[in-house]
């Protein structure tokens, strides 16, 4: 059929943009993929998917939540609301293009900026990686620290919730200073925080109710 000629559906090219705002969290969401999070993150696996993208899109956020875990100057363009969110934008986009990111993730990463969302990057990717997860029906535990983990301190952590009956998790890793030390880690409805902050908010409780 002719380009144009009544009746025709034509097939558009997935829009990043399209994908985020029309895609809608899904009610009793598996942990880390729910909220604002969930929905850019849904967005970004739906899009990988029909592109057909999914493993070099995979592979490319894990190594961007990488590259953010490991860098505190990364994480002080993200983070810090006193730059223009242009800088900001035009910093993280040099970094993807130096470290030759592909397009998909790219685009994605300049609509999180264009929404003024770059402070929740590093949270999209964890429940990007928590959605793909869920899709191979896999369980996640979403894990917080001060510090990226260690080898020695990840294969720790997995053995402590072998021994709590989850031998088989996929661990989702994200960087907080703000608990500045300890852990916090989520596995489905369960919540087990052993940060410093939290361990802080308790004795100042304890202390009022002493005095």
């Known amino acids: 059929m002719p380009a144009g000629a ?40 739906e899009l990988a998917a029909e592109r057909r993208q999914l493993d070099e899109v995979l592979s490319e956020a894990g190594a961007l939540a990488g590259l ?6 990364l994480r002080t363009v993200l983070g810090d609301a006193r730059l223009d969110i242009r800088d900001s934008r035009k910093a993280i986009l040099s970094v993807l ?24 990057l590093r949270e999209i990717l964890a429940a990007f ?10 369980m996640s ?23 709590a009956g989850y031998s088989r998790v996929n661990l989702q890793e994200r960087v907080d200073p703000e608990i500045l030390g300890g852990l916090v880690v989520r596995v489905g409805p369960r919540l087990f925080d052993s940060s410093l902050q939290s361990r802080l908010v308790r004795l100042h409780y304890a202390m009022k109710g002493a005095a």
């Open 129 to 138: 990686a928590a959605v793909a997860a869920a899709r191979r029906g896999e």
């Open 141 to 163: 535990a979403e894990v917080v620290s001060a510090e990226p983990l260690t080898t020695a301190q990840r294969a720790q952590l997995q053995g402590k919730l072998a021994e």
């Open 68 to 73: 953010i875990d490991g860098s505190q100057d």
């Open 97 to 120: 293009k130096q470290q030759g990111f592909g397009q998909t993730v790219t685009s994605f990463v300049g609509v999180i900026a264009d929404n003024r969302r770059l402070s929740r």
């Open 6 to 45: 009544p009746g025709e559906r034509r097939r558009e090219e997935p829009n990043v943009a399209t994908a985020v705002t029309s895609t809608r969290s899904v009610p009793h969401a598996p942990v880390g993929t729910g909220g604002l999070a969930g929905r850019y993150a849904t967005a970004l696996y």
